[in-house]
């Protein structure tokens, strides 16, 4: 399946919608996009992983690298995710103790809760 990459801002938050599979193919251009957002200005960065079917350990690989680079200027970055599968993932290899992950793109930007990751 192909990589869909959409980007809109949502109370002051650039939200880059992801549809898909992000996998070793096509996760390099996620890291491109997340590259090009954060080096064009983006601190407040939301992903929002409501469309995507299947995430594997290189796509995690590249969520971690965006929120590193985030913190490194002072960003903040948040996940939107309310698919179990996804969530497990997340539980599994405890990065949603890394990742503030939201169920919804308003609660992710609302209050400037895209937090900065604990």
């Given amino acids: 399946m192909e990589l869909s990459l959409a980007t809109r801002t949502v109370a002051e ?3 880059l919608e992801v549809g ?3 996998d070793v ?4 251009r996620l890291r491109e996009r997340l590259i090009e957002l954060i080096d064009n200005g983006a601190r407040k960065v939301v992903v929002d992983l409501g469309r995507v079917d299947f995430l594997d350990s290189t796509g995690l690989g590249v969520l971690v690298g965006a929120l590193k680079r985030l913190r490194a200027v002072g960003g903040t970055f948040g996940l939107v995710c ?3 599968p996804l969530l497990k993932i ?3 290899t405890a990065l949603d103790q890394v990742f503030p992950i939201y169920p919804t793109v308003e609660a992710a930007t609302s209050a400037d809760q895209a937090g900065s990751g604990a």
């Fill in 82 to 84: 309310g698919k179990e």
């Fill in 90 to 92: 997340f539980r599994i």
């Fill in 13 to 15: 938050h650039t939200v």
């Fill in 20 to 22: 898909g599979e992000v």
């Fill in 25 to 28: 193919y096509t996760a390099p």
